[in-house]
């Protein structure tokens, strides 16, 4: 299921497969692919460095019953190669297709950069099942997952490799077909099928299809292969799903310092947070919240190449301005109703600039 090469490849590609229902006989299927940047070939254009690459797509159906082909031309842009290898960029991408159940398929992703004519390849082979009665999606694995429109998905993240800046895994689930009360659970297992960890589990309510999205910190675990298992049991049904993650040895310090001027003003994620990275945060023990903060902020970083974290600074001036002219009654600036205003999106003249800096999320 993971990404591979033969002797004419060069290019590392990793990818994933998400299933999730369309109808009845039909599946949407998304394939998620990842290729770093440091692999592809740049030409500078202007100030930043451009590579042009094509990616071909290939769905073929094993029961003998024709293909699907698409090929793409994609661009990558990055400051600099070499910012782009010490930063481990990848340019990551979604593909989607529509198939028919009751069917088998191979999946095919040839990435083949236009510079250099170097390829790499991954694929996987699926079978579709029914969607009939109650069922479960493939589980999603990220790193992040984004709000847009009153819903929630996750980035896409092929590699799912954890460790280092990244210690919160994030995954996204849907449930079809289910009424009345079901109970949700989420465990962590070891490669030989071991329970490492009981996650949570929860009671809800259904009155037909579901969407489950959440976090968990995986800070404890010691390098290895992992499985994330879900379980829903409903009535007399249990359904269950699971999916492959990695959690890599540290090779550096990945969560810089946060200076000891600037940490009460990290500590005011509310501003920039989502919600559900605030659940997140709560959910914590006291002793791993400081490690998420330290994250929550380098993931913010609008440039790693600089000592400073201009995002945080951006805050703290925003907080700063805060305190010193809209305080009042005893309150502090920040906590008065113009005061979080003025926070959040900055000066009037300033507003549409300022909050797609502060708020900007990366992709990769």
């Not at 995954?171 to 009345?180: D, Q």
């Not at 699971?242 to 009460?264: C, G, H, N, Q, W």
Request: some cysteine; glycine content about 8%.
């Amino acid at each position: 299921m993971f990404w591979f090469l033969l002797a004419v490849y060069e290019i590392p590609v990793e990818g994933d497969v998400g299933v999730f229902m369309e109808g009845d006989s039909v599946s949407y299927v998304e394939v998620y692919y990842s290729v770093p940047s440091a692999c592809l070939t740049y030409e500078k254009k202007g100030g930043r460095y451009r590579a042009r690459y094509f990616v071909d797509f290939r769905v073929k159906n094993l029961d003998g019953e024709g293909e699907l082909f698409h090929r793409f031309p994609k661009l990558s842009f990055v400051n600099s190669p070499e910012d782009a290898k010490e930063r481990q960029l990848e340019a990551v991408d979604v593909l989607s297709v529509s198939l028919l159940c009751g069917k088998h398929y191979l999946l095919s992703v040839e990435v083949e950069d236009s510079i250099s004519g170097r390829k790499g390849c991954w694929e996987d082979t699926l079978f579709l099942p029914p969607w009939k009665g109650p069922s479960m999606s493939s589980i999603q694995i990220s790193y992040y997952l984004k709000q847009e429109e009153g819903r929630v998905f996750p980035i896409p993240y092929p590699g799912r490799k954890f460790g280092g800046r990244r210690r919160i895994l994030c995954y996204y689930l849907e449930l079809y077909n289910l009424k009345g009360e079901v109970e949700l659970a989420y465990f962590i297992l070891s490669e030989s099928g071991d329970t490492i960890q009981r996650i949570k589990e929860r009671k809800l309510l259904s009155s037909g299809n579901l969407v489950d999205a959440g976090g968990i910190n995986i800070v404890a675990l010691k390098p290895g292969t992992y499985r994330l298992l879900a379980r829903a049991k409903a009535g007399g049904l249990v359904l269950s799903q699971e999916k492959e993650f990695y959690v890599l040895s540290p090779r550096r310090a990945t969560s810089p310092e946060i200076p000891d001027s600037l940490m009460e003003y990290a500590k005011e994620i509310q501003y920039v947070a989502t919600r559900e990275e605030l659940e997140i945060y709560k959910s914590l023990p006291d002793t791993l919240k400081l490690q998420y903060i330290k994250s929550f902020w380098m993931k913010r970083d609008p440039n790693p190449a600089t000592p400073e974290n201009e995002a945080l600074l951006e805050l703290a001036s925003r907080i700063r301005y805060a305190d010193e002219n809209f305080k009042e009654l005893g309150k502090r600036g920040r906590d008065t109703d113009r005061g979080r205003i003025y926070i959040k999106y900055g000066p009037p003249d300033e507003i549409t600039e300022k909050t797609h800096d502060l708020l900007a999320k990366p992709y990769v």
